[in-house]
């Protein structure tokens, strides 16, 4: 057809000169043209090399030397967010071998931000320090709460150190002795009186020889008359009001 014009127009004496040959058919252009990736096309071969669609004066972009319209370009090249699956059109968080949009990047618990500490990963997930450590750190045996740095290891559990105190008293131990009732840590004095071996005398632990009577131990030189304070011997005593008096005592006191 543009061969014909050609003839006719220049058989009425009008000179007409080619603007260039189309990229797409390989024929002259003498009309309009569009100038693109180096070379010429008419407008209406010039168009997206996925949908077929005139791309005109609209942005497009180019691969492999081919023109895409921006929507089919991203849908087609553009990275994709891992969150939502939608291409990625401006920033991208690189994390975790993914792509993201910045707004799809946060915890996966609580849902915040990512704020200058950056993020904690665990199977595949990004969380947010404090997330991280209340669901995955160690917890300490006094306390329950997640422990982030030193810690002491006993009784088959982790501790913070200021935590692993006496659970009676909670005054820390003297050299890290420790003794250790029903899976808890105890001073001396309340480990004793625990278990009951506690001198009901002077109230310190018993740990060798020990005397049984009304109800409580004794260190055998502590059980004595509550009134001449003899030492008494289990089978020799009488009580009154709670309290062991030698026999003379007894009946001097109470006959």
Known sequence: ML????SDL???????????????CKKPIAGQVVTAMG????????????????????????????????????SLFSPRCYYCNGPILDRVVTALDRTWHPEHFFCAQCGS??????????????????????????????CARAILENYISALNALWHPECFVCRECFIPFV???????????????????????LCS???????????????????????????????LNKGTFKEQNDKPYCQSCFVKLFS
């Not at 109800?215 to 304070?229: N, R, S, Y």
């Open 3 to 6: 061969g014909s014009l050609q």
């Open 113 to 142: 931000f990512f704020g200058p500490e950056g993020f904690h990963e665990k199977e595949g997930k990004a969380y947010c320090r404090k997330d991280y450590f209340d669901m995955f750190a160690p917890k300490c045996g006094g």
């Open 175 to 197: 050299n890290g002795s420790f003794f250790e009732h029903e899976g808890q840590p105890y001073c001396e004095a309340h480990y004793h009186e625990h278990r009951g071996s």
């Open 201 to 231: 005398g002077c109230q310190k632990p018993i740990t060798g020889r020990c005397i049984t009577a009304m109800g409580k131990k004794f260190h055998p030189e502590h059980f004595v008359c509550a009134f001449c304070l003899k030492q």
């Open 39 to 74: 070379r010429t096309w008419h407008p209406e071969h010039f168009v997206c090399t996925h949908c077929q669609e005139e791309i005109g004066s609209k942005n497009f972009f180019e691969r492999d030397g081919q023109p895409y319209c921006e929507k089919d370009y991203h």
């Open 10 to 24: 220049n058989r009425l004496g009008v000179q007409t000169v080619a603007k260039g040959v189309c990229g797409a």
